[in-house]
T-cell receptor, first 117, second 112 residues
Framework: EPEVTQTPSHQVTQMGQEVILRCVPISNHLYFYWYRQILGQKVEFLVSFYNNEISEKSEIFDDQFSVERPDGSNFTLKIRSTKLEDSAMYFC???????????????FGPGTRLTVL | SQKIEQNSEALNIQEGKTATLTCNYTNYSPAYLQWYRQDPGRGPVFLLLIRENEKEKRKERLKVTFDTTLKQSLFHITASQPADSATYLCATIKAAGNKLTFGGGTRVLVKP
């Protein structure tokens, strides 16, 4: 069964450093997302991406964050200058939005645990 | 903004019984409501989706109901098994967008 994959599974970085989290969405999916979950808290939406551009972003997704689909398979989240409060699990998800407009479920990857020291 | 409320207390249940979880939302009526399972340190796993014009959906031992008048969804696990022990997340999507808004989840522990 197709699945979303993410690398690395765990990333440790120093405050102020740049990190890039990588995701390979399910191959025929059209919508891509990043969410994060701080330990013990809710899963929070960061950004959605469709047709090579951001379709929606949350207040969390400020100028320090960016997303890119550098080729036909990868989808990346970059944090330019990490802060302590960026420590969280980051989940990539993808969905296949049906042509009729019916929403299809989002499939999540296993996550990248980001630890900022 | 939409708020999703789930019972934060863990639900302890005996194997074979039915677990019932509640999800309440406070603002707009979502076009779709979804339930996910999350195991510790793992990503959410999609279980069921129900549309605003549907009252009930079933999949194997799982059943979801959607009451737009009460602004509530109920999630049932029948004939529960220890392997069902996990945190269950409710999430909604507003009609116009694809962003998922999650509740805090309810942890279920099924004892043999």
């Amino acid at each position: 069964e197709p699945e979303v994959t993410q690398t690395p599974s765990h990333q440790v970085t120093q405050m102020g450093q740049e990190v890039i989290l990588r995701c390979v969405p399910i191959s025929n999916h059209l919508y891509f997302y990043w969410y994060r979950q701080i330990l013990g808290q809710k899963v929070e939406f960061l950004v959605s991406f469709y047709n090579n551009e951001i379709s929606e972003k949350s207040e969390i997704f400020d100028d320090q964050f960016s997303v890119e689909r550098p080729d036909g398979s990868n989808f990346t989240l970059k944090i330019r200058s990490t802060k302590l409060e960026d420590s969280a699990m980051y989940f990539c998800a993808s969905s296949d939005f049906h042509r009729t407009g019916n929403y299809n479920e989002q499939f999540f990857g296993p996550g990248t645990r980001l630890t900022v020291l | 903004s939409q708020k999703i409320e789930q019972n934060s207390e863990a639900l302890n249940i005996q194997e074979g019984k039915t677990a019932t979880l509640t999800c309440n939302y406070t603002n707009y009526s979502p076009a779709y409501l979804q339930w996910y399972r999350q195991d510790p340190g793992r990503g959410p796993v999609f279980l069921l989706l129900i549309r605003e014009n549907e009252k009930e959906k079933r999949k194997e031992r799982l059943k979801v109901t959607f009451d737009t008048t009460l602004k509530q969804s109920l999630f049932h696990i029948t004939a529960s098994q220890p392997a069902d022990s996990a945190t269950y997340l409710c999430a909604t999507i507003k009609a116009a967008g694809n962003k998922l808004t999650f509740g805090g989840g309810t942890r279920v522990l099924v004892k043999p």
